[in-house]
């Protein structure tokens, strides 16, 4: 089955500084790939997605790049607030089945 | 559009009992997903069910179970519990989890074993 590596676990950046998280996975037949933010107390919030045909996305300070023949795909988060601060899951899915999520990076911008 | 509605919250139980979990997804959703989050497994596949009928499941005991009804509101049920079944408890809902994969999780129920 799918397995879903995510790096790091944590990570501290400045105000303003980018921010970069990158997730690998197993299952070359996975072609569906969000990220979620978690704040506490909170359930993930969906962010962005990138689908298998496309290499990058962007919406506004974020972005996602996904390259298939590596298996691997990042999160990209530009002029980082501290209201960046929370947990982001990355997740693999084959259309139709479960999505698998990475462990987890907890993220905090210091102001 | 009302997000994904999850309810109780919150809930305390004792070792033993069963407890029922609910989940109203996006109106115009047909599928539902159950995810078990702990500090330790991370975020873990129970169940999914679509157009009332379960779909996928992941690798947990029988003591987990779902349901969903007609008009897509699912239920989960956890008998005989262990204080390990402690956790977040999360649904997502997406239209029909195949082509159109966009999932949406509610706040989640806090289930904490006694």
């Known amino acids: 089955g799918e397995n879903v590596e995510q790096h790091p676990s944590t990570l501290s950046v400045q105000e303003g500084d980018s921010a970069v998280i990158k997730c690998t996975y197993s299952?070359?037949?996975?072609?569906?790939f969000p990220w979620y933010k978690q704040e506490l107390g909170k359930g993930p919030q969906l962010i962005i997605d990138?689908?298998?045909?496309?290499g990058e996305k962007k919406d506004q300070r974020i972005a996602v790049t996904l390259n298939k023949t590596a298996k691997h795909f990042s999160l990209h988060i530009t002029e980082t607030q501290p209201e960046d601060s929370a947990v982001y899951f990355c997740?693999?899915?084959?259309?139709?089945?479960?999505?698998?999520f990475g462990p987890g990076t907890r993220l905090s911008v210091l102001p | 559009k009302a997000g994904v509605t999850q309810t109780p919250r919150y809930l305390i139980k004792t070792r033993g009992q069963q407890v029922t979990l609910s989940c109203s997804p996006i109106?115009?959703?047909?599928?539902v997903s159950w995810y078990q989050q702990t500090p330790g497994q991370g975020l873990q596949f129970l169940f999914e069910?679509?157009?009332?009928?379960?779909?996928n499941k992941g690798n947990f005991p029988g003591r987990f179970s779902g349901r969903q009804f007609s008009n897509s509101r699912s239920e989960m049920n956890v008998s005989t519990l262990e204080l390990g079944d402690s956790a977040l408890y999360l649904c997502?809902?997406?239209?029909?989890?195949?082509?159109?994969?966009?999932?949406?999780f509610g706040q989640g129920t806090r289930l904490t074993v006694v």
């Open positions: 997502a809902s997406s239209l029909t989890g195949g082509m159109n994969t966009e999932a949406f």
């Open positions: 299952d070359s037949a996975s072609n569906y």
């Open positions: 997740a693999a899915t084959n259309y139709g089945q479960n999505f698998v």
């Open positions: 990138i689908r298998s045909n496309v």
């Open positions: 069910y679509f157009s009332e009928t379960q779909r």
């Open positions: 109106s115009g959703h047909r599928s």
